[in-house]
């Protein structure tokens, strides 16, 4: 710690932070642009300027930028002092900027705007000609208005730097210089959406948001979490006239920090799909069209079925809504709504985080981390922000290089400058390449299987009394040397592993190299990444019950209630449609149509998680809590208000109570109680608009104020403003900051935790420290055929967001993929297209990545169900395939463990 003087005031500041972050610490008002906390500083846009004096007879002082300072003992600055040079510098960046604020998107939420006033720059005197620029087409995602930009490199510095993108940067010089693609063309990263929020101006829009737009004070917002995978991103969404009209980010530090994949930012347009499900509807017959009813008519209809039903849970359900199924239909005739073989490797990882000596990965250990092995993940489809935390970890052998020459760590440019290439090692073991190889030490093409074995061989080579495996080749022993001599060396090293493989052989290998790196209290980190939102949830409330979907589908019932789950996309179409056609009644919950919901004898209208408050947990174990942003149509309801007649408060309660580990969900919100000076918590801004006329063509009086189900927040634009209290922290707002940089203002420091709020619950507390090992599978048998591994896009793969059209116009569609060598023997060509039986036809793909002998085949994409593959599968030549010159004819046969035999027919 340090003690300066700063306008006569003293403050004990942190030594290692630059100024300027400290300045914002203590909640002083310093401009700034080209900063961020999680990029460092390069002092670009000199809008942080302050007076720093010598000593105590300097009565004139020199000009610095905080953001490139060290705070020094004793030392003495001014903010008042600069303020005139703040302006004329700001009177700079602004010349060419245009006068369009009135209709520009990002009026309202602009952290120009804030900073040009807070500056003291109020009149325009330059009123010559002004640079302009034309916009480029940046995909689905991203408008672009570059006449806006003040050249502040923070885009840059992001997409590139950050991000690891490298199509987009900077071009030409200064008034010229552009930042944009070398040509137009939609922006390749998965993170670009983060340029909305990183850009201070208007530069980068939101376009989805673009196409149905609201001032920013005018939407209706709620603490949220994303649906989109197991990390359980923080969000805010924003909801106008009923519908939902953005998603941005909710700073949690343990979670995502300030940032969100493309999925989590724009999957979620969903809730307006034309494919909602509006009203409950009944079947009276399978033949019969459906009719609709009332919500009243649908419980009472629910409640008959529900005798003597059996109940499929779902991963994608709230924890409020699985229990309240389980609670409705008993115990024992609860499923869990997934497939066997994930359950299992759910529990496992269950079991790993709460016996095995390992510390639970969350994102700033993932970041800290200075050497990583990811076992079977192919990341930045699966858990995308985990990967952009990755990214931020090969950089820590650079910022070690720059504390051995005690260069401060926030001097980004310095920092960069002094690594160049160099970065912390990385080792990958996939099936196929993937996003993460640009930045890997080495990634090594395997089958997910042989990959346990080689991580198995790790855990040994690192510590003798893990178990031994025999059979490997020569330059596997080698590769295994070296990726146990890096993972010993690291100061914290970093295991990832996950379901997606569907191979519970590489879960067991993650743990044995993570136990063989414990030493004493030092723990290695491990990070086991499940499917959806609530996975870890559902497999919490299954413990020690192995009652999984194929459970389901051979117990001897006639009528069963299917919650939130598409059964197709978890078992085959053959065994689904034996399943639903054995039964009398079939009831549905969900709010997008399906083909399991298109079989139903009874649809119930279920609300999204925008029109819901529930508990998703992530892939650590850590359970969040998401407020509903706005209430549905009366014909819709939450999953489990229609399950349950008990309030919802009561039903989170009885879930925390009945399953094990589950008792900390309730202390994720303040309780239905809270209140603030008799205020509780606002979803509208207090600027809101428009709220005694927007309901004026249905009733000119005011309804009144629709009833919290959580009875934490209201419906209002009254209640407790954030900054007064935030212990339910919704969006970010401080006087003078009406931007998200506002942030700063409700952390413990600028870029350091939440002062207030809840990051969640871990619900899975890890004391262990005794080594104990999971035993390794025995060498691969020679096998005849392929072996198929699961290929999964971020974009397409995941259920929901792929409703979203801005997702469909960047998703692919369903392919098979083949080594050259193999497709070679096969007599097939990368444009033959192939029959799929049950899926119709799809596109043959030939990559090099592939291992030779194995088979990719997509996940979630249109056109094919990868469930499908598990049973005999014919494969033919589609008919009028583009440049297609061979006759092919080929079969898939797979067994449990997924091989598979391909035969081309000349």
Known sequence: MASITIDGKVFEVDAKNNLLQECLSHAMDLPYFCWHPSMGSVGSCRQCAVIEYANEDDEKGRLVMACMTEPREGARYSIEAASTFRAQAIESIMINHPHDCPVCEEGGECHLQDMTVMSGHTYRRYDGKKKTHHNQYLGPFINHEMNRCITCYRCVRYYKDYAGGTDFGPQASHDNTYFGRWQEGSLESEFSGNLVEVCPTGVFTDKPFSKHYSRKWDLQSSPSVCTGCSVGCNTNPGERYGSLRRIVNRFNDEVNGYFLCDKGRFGAEY???????????????????????????????????????????????????????????GEENFYAGIAENELGMLDKIIDIYQNKPVNIANIKDIENSDAVLILGEDLTNTAARLALGVRQSVKNLGRQMGADLNFPIWHDAAIRQLAMDKLSPLYILSPHTTRLDDVSHTTHISSAANSARIGMAIANAIDSSAPAVKGLTKDEKALVAEIAETLKSAKQALIISGTSSREPALLEAASNIATALQDGDNKANLALVSAESNSMGLALMMQGNNKALEQAISAVKKSAIVLENDLYRRASSSDVDAFINGLDQLVVLDHLKNRTGEQANLVIAAATFAESSGTFVNYEGRAQHYYSTFKPDSAIRSSALWLSDKPFNEITAACADAIANCDGITDLTPGENYNFAGLKVPRQHHRYSGRTSMRANINVHEPKQEQDEDGVMVYSMEGVPAIKDASVLNSPWAPGWNSNQSIFKFQENAGGALKQGSNGQRLLLNTCTKKTWYEAAGSNDAKEGFEVFPLYHLFGSEELSAYTPAIQEKATSAYISLNPEDAEKLGLQASDGVQVEHNGAVPFIVREATQVGTVGISVGLKGLNFQDISSAVALDKADNWKNSETWLAANIIASDKREVNIEGVD
Request: proline share 5%.
């Open 271 to 329: 809730v307006n799909s034309s494919e909602r499900i509006p009203v409950s509807m009944i079947r009276n017959s399978h033949d019969a069209d459906p009719v609709q009813i009332e919500a009243d008519i649908a419980k009472e209809a629910l409640s008959k079925a529900a005798k003597g039903s059996i109940g499929i849970g779902s991963p994608r359900a709230s924890m409020e809504a699985n229990f309240a199924l389980r609670d409705l239909v």
